[in-house]
């Protein structure tokens, strides 16, 4: 049953919202998304919506997951930077796409069930710490970025860890609309930005808030 409702997922959510590169489709394929999802929402696993998680966050969307991974464009080379675990579901995708993962949890529990998940299905090379990725310091240059939650005001911090020609995938906005984008650094100190589409998911913990006038 799992494997006909993962097909259908990919099919008729996945593939339908554009998603057509079939390294990503098989990305779907292999990563068992019911094995991330809470017991208790075991059923939403192959639906295309957000599934809850403790600490009141949200699995993000296949479709959505589907369009992050296509934006980034990973070639099995990348090293990656995920800023929000979650379950750890797009931390196996990205692993599964690129070469390695380091992921950024501040919520400990689900830290925790994410490196229990990931390593119980022998996923290599994902590297997930618990942490505030508002504070945190990245070691190094990634050549691929996704931010998995949202943020208010665009915070230029994580397309100066970009490596030139690195991607980075963000969600920027307040409900009810936010704006995805892809962020491509072009040159040392130059980048470009792309608007991919509209949607709504958790907002960053920690991330700053737009300026609140007073009258």
């Not at 070469?99 to 830290?111: T, Y």
């Not at 995805?180 to 040392?188: D, E, S």
């Not at 792309?194 to 007073?214: K, M």
Request: aromatic letters at 8%.
């Amino acid at each position: 049953m799992p494997a006909d409702a993962r097909e259908q997922m990919i099919e008729q959510q996945v593939r339908a919202w554009d998603v057509l590169e079939e390294r990503v489709l098989d990305t779907f394929r292999k990563v068992p998304r019911e094995a991330f999802t809470p017991p208790q929402y075991r059923f939403l696993a192959y639906a295309d919506s957000e599934v809850p998680l403790p600490a009141g966050q949200h699995m993000l969307r296949p479709s959505l997951v589907g369009r992050l991974l296509s934006a980034l464009e990973l070639g099995g080379g990348e090293r990656v930077l995920e800023i929000g675990t979650g379950s750890g579901f797009v931390a196996a995708c990205l692993g599964t796409l690129g070469k390695s993962v380091q992921s950024l949890e501040i919520v400990p529990e689900l830290a925790d069930m994410a490196r229990r998940t990931v390593s119980s299905l022998g996923f290599r090379d994902i590297d997930v710490v618990t942490t505030d990725a508002m504070t945190f310091e990245p070691t190094g240059r990634f050549e691929a970025i996704a931010v998995t939650a949202s943020m208010p005001v665009y915070d230029p911090r994580w397309q100066n860890a970009l490596s030139v020609g690195g991607r980075l995938f963000v969600v920027v906005g307040d409900a009810p609309v936010m704006e995805a984008k892809l962020v491509r650094r072009v040159a040392q100190n130059a980048w470009t930005e792309e608007s991919l589409f509209e949607t709504v998911i958790d907002p960053l913990v920690h991330a700053e808030r737009p300026v609140e006038f007073i009258f």
